[in-house]
């Protein structure tokens, strides 16, 4: 029991912060249209699931983006935080980060282009 309070705690903090940044982050930078449709970590993922800009809306591309990327790190943090081995600590967010970077930009891809059908 304790080891999940701890956990909860360490996740919705660093989540809350990550999140925040990432919003704030790709707020400035929106302004900055043409640099950030220049960073590849976007290009790719809009051209993974081909996604069309327009009717998707960039903002939510971003937003979804900045969830994703704030609840992997987040999640794989507060995991490894309670774990005494450095090399459990190593091997689980190995693991842990490749599930999850997967499993939710597929998710999120396909959910983006869902709603660009409609």
Do not use: P
């Not at 809009?46 to 609840?71: G, H, Q």
């Not at 967010?93 to 660009?116: A, M, N, P, T």
Request: net charge positive; proline share 0%.
């Amino acid at each position: 029991m304790k080891f999940v309070l701890r956990f909860l705690i360490d996740f919705t903090i660093f989540f809350s912060l990550l999140f925040l940044f990432y919003k704030f982050y790709l707020k400035k930078r929106k302004k900055e249209y043409n640099k950030l449709k220049k960073n590849d970590y976007v290009k790719m993922f809009i051209s993974k699931y081909d996604l069309d800009v327009r009717k998707a809306k960039y903002e939510s591309i971003l937003n979804t983006l900045a969830f994703d990327n704030a609840f992997t790190i987040a999640f794989t943090s507060a995991l490894i935080m309670n774990i005494k081995s450095y090399i459990w600590k190593v091997v689980i967010s190995f693991v842990v980060l490749f599930i999850l970077l997967f499993s939710l930009y597929e998710l999120s891809g396909r959910l983006l282009k869902k709603k660009e059908g409609k």
